[in-house]
């Protein structure tokens, strides 16, 4: 069993930063990727970042490239997400996805990878952003 453990979650004004964190724990290797999903009311869940352990690349969602930030520690079993200039439109439920002993295609297909690629999610950590 793996569990993934988020913190850095809560509200903040337009303009603002936030920096999200994710671990995962128990008896695992490091994981293929981890990522960070959301999802607001209404919405389907999106991928916002994803970092590939093995070959380091990351990947952005259009809507945050150059406003937020996917890191990794050493280990490859934390991940971080720090939120820079954050919109209103941001204000969503994120999740932070991890693939251990599966095969993320995103990668290889050069797409972003879709949620069934990850295996392994957290319980989701609110992000409000107020006007």
């Known amino acids: 069993q793996v569990l993934l453990v988020e913190s850095g979650g809560g509200s903040v004004q337009a303009g603002g930063s936030l920096r999200l964190s994710c671990t995962a724990s128990?008896?695992?290797?490091?994981?293929?990727?981890m990522a960070w999903f959301r999802q607001a009311p209404g919405k389907e869940r999106e991928g916002v970042a994803a970092?590939?352990?093995?070959?380091?690349?990351?990947m952005y969602a259009d809507s945050v490239k150059g406003r937020f930030t996917i890191s990794q520690d050493n280990a490859g079993n934390t991940v971080y997400l720090q939120m820079n200039s954050l919109k209103p439109e941001d204000t969503a439920m994120y999740y932070c996805?991890?693939?251990?002993?599966?095969?993320?295609?995103?990668?290889?297909?050069?797409?972003?990878?879709?949620?069934?690629?990850?295996?392994?999610w957290g319980q989701g950590t609110q992000v409000t952003v107020s006007s």
């Open positions: 970092v590939f352990s093995g070959s380091g690349k990351t």
């Open positions: 996805a991890a693939a251990l002993g599966i095969a993320v295609l995103g990668e290889l297909l050069g797409r972003f990878p879709e949620r069934h690629e990850y295996n392994f």
């Open positions: 128990g008896n695992t290797y490091s994981p293929n990727s």
